[in-house]
C-alpha cells in the first residue's frame, strides 16, 4: 500500500481556525469531508514550502507557519497518510476557493461540530487541549 506524506495548515485569525470541505472523491470515505487545507510534498520542496505553495494554490491566502503542530500518521482504506500539521498566520484571511466546495472560521470549541476527515480528528483533540 502507498504511503502519502502530506502538509496541514491551522490557520488562525481572531482566536478562530480555518475548516475546509472537500469536494467529492474517488475515495467516498473522504468526499464532503472537512479537512485543514494543505496537500502533497512535492520532491526536493521543504514542508513549509510545501505547505506555503498548497494554501495559496488552493485558497490565495498567503500563510506564516509560526509552529510545527502534530505529526498524524493514518491508514486509511486505500493508503497510508503521514499528515505534518503546522499552526500558522495569515496576512490576510480572504479566500478564494478553487479545490474546496465549502469553508467555516469556527472556535476550537466548535470543531467537533463538523464532520471532519478521520486522519484530521487526532489534530482537533490536539488543538482543544492548545
Not at 60 to 77: C, D, G, Q, S
Not at 78 to 102: R, T, V
Request: glycine letters at 4%.
Amino acid at each position: 500500500m502507498k504511503t502519502i506524506e502530506v502538509v496541514a495548515a491551522i490557520i488562525i485569525d481572531n482566536d478562530k481556525i480555518l475548516c475546509t470541505q472537500r469536494g467529492q472523491n474517488k475515495y467516498e470515505y473522504l468526499s464532503r469531508k472537512f479537512e485543514f487545507p494543505g496537500g502533497k510534498i512535492e520532491n526536493g520542496e521543504s514542508k513549509v514550502e510545501a505547505l506555503k505553495r498548497e494554501i495559496f494554490e488552493e485558497l490565495k491566502m498567503e500563510v506564516l507557519p509560526t509552529e510545527e503542530f502534530i505529526k498524524v500518521t493514518h491508514k486509511y482504506a486505500d493508503f497510508n497518510l503521514i499528515m505534518y500539521s503546522y499552526i500558522c498566520i495569515c496576512k490576510n484571511p480572504s479566500i478564494e476557493l478553487s479545490e474546496h466546495i465549502d469553508f467555516k472560521w469556527l472556535h476550537k470549541s466548535e470543531l467537533k461540530s463538523l464532520d471532519w476527515a478521520a486522519a484530521d480528528i487526532p489534530i482537533i483533540e490536539s488543538l482543544i487541549n492548545y
